[in-house]
């Protein structure tokens, strides 16, 4: 191909080229080459959606966000299930205390 031909056609070619440089869809602020795109939406980007997490003990808190908050995200369920839910199981704090009842007769 001549040089003058490409000069004209190279502004077609880098609309639809597949290794052209394209922003993140989801916001990271990087650019990716076109043909891996699928590739780090789905794998890679740390704005990727983290898969739900319901809390275990079924109350209904539901814990979301992205790849980047990921361990945010299980601590925070963590302290949930352990401090915060009203469906946890609470050990009751008398059960080592012996009570000892006069009944008069």
């Known amino acids: 191909m001549e040089a003058h031909v ?22 990271c602020d990087k650019e990716i ?3 891996e795109l699928e590739n780090h939406t789905s794998r ?5 959606p983290f898969p739900v997490l319901e809390c275990r003990h079924g109350c209904g808190i539901l ?3 992205d790849w980047a908050m990921a361990e945010h995200i299980r601590t925070e369920k963590l ?5 915060g839910c009203p469906n946890r199981t609470v050990r009751c704090m008398y ?4 009570i000892c009842l006069s009944i008069p007769t």
């Open 6 to 27: 490409w000069v004209i056609q190279r502004a077609g070619h880098e609309k639809v080229c597949p290794r052209r440089l394209v922003p993140c869809p989801l916001g």
């Open 33 to 35: 080459v076109f043909e």
């Open 44 to 48: 890679e980007c740390p704005k990727r």
């Open 63 to 65: 814990f979301e966000g």
């Open 79 to 83: 302290i949930h299930e352990a401090e």
């Open 95 to 98: 059960i080592y205390v012996s």
